[in-house]
Structures are given as C-alpha cells and as structure tokens.
C-alpha cells in the first residue's frame, strides 16, 4: 500500500508568491526516492496558526493522508509557530522523528538545535515538521527515512 503524502510549506513570502518554494519539491524529491508514497495533497499557507490547524485538519480527516510533512516555521521568529499549531491538531506526540533530526543536525552545526519542530499522530495520521530551508529539509529527511 502506497503511504498517502501531504506536503505543506508554511511561509508567508511564498504564500504571497514573493518567494518560491524550495523546501516543498526537495520533500517530495526525497520521499519519492526512499518511500513507496504518492503525494496525494501540496499546499501553502502563510504563518498563521489558524491557516495551518485548518489545512492540517482537512487532511488529516477528509483526505485521510498517512503522512504529512510541513516545512517552516519552526524556528524562533515572533511568526514561526508551526508547532504551537501542529500541537493544537495532534492527539499524541511522536518525539523520536524530530529528537532525531535534531541530534543528527547537531553532529553537523550546533544551530540545528535551533529547530522546535514536533511530530505527532492524529488519528491515522503521522505529521512531522521539518525547518524551512532545502538543506536542512533534505538533512533533516535524510536522518529519518529508511
């Protein structure tokens, strides 16, 4: 059975078509080549935690989606509230996907440590947050697929 894939890409410059998303395509190059997965949902919303709770719970209970990987958000700025949002939605949290991402970030820049991404289950669903830019997505991924 194919793992149904959602990508969502928190970021308010992108969501405003000021920035192009980077991080968004480097998660769905990287999960192709590791997992038997189709990306059955892509998105962008701006950093705002209601936008991110909603899309969150679309597809986590109508689009019944395995897996759901955001990018951004997760780090210290005023706005970057990814996992104050991921935290509302989640029933129980999975910290072993980001304590991991973390500590092998950490064997390559102290600032990986700077990641407050959270992972957790809602229902059926595993969502994971990942920092926002391709290279520590793709080192990130990297740490956790099989």
Known sequence: MKIKLGILT???RSFRGER?????????????EHLD?????????????????????????????????TTG???FSPRDLTPEATRKV??????GFSEAMRMDGFKKTPHALLSRG??????????????GSPKAVAEGLLSILP
């Open 10 to 12: 928190v970021s308010d």
């Open 20 to 32: 192009e998303d980077e991080s968004g395509p480097m998660i769905r190059k990287l999960v192709l």
């Open 37 to 69: 997965a189709e990306v059955a949902a892509e998105g962008i919303v701006p950093d705002e935690p209601d936008a991110i709770v909603a899309r969150l719970i679309e597809w986590c209970d109508e689009r019944k989606l395995n897996l759901i990987l």
């Open 73 to 75: 958000g997760t780090g």
């Open 90 to 95: 989640i029933t129980r949290e999975a910290p």
């Open 118 to 131: 959270i992972s957790g289950i809602k229902g059926k669903t595993l969502i994971i947050n990942l920092p």
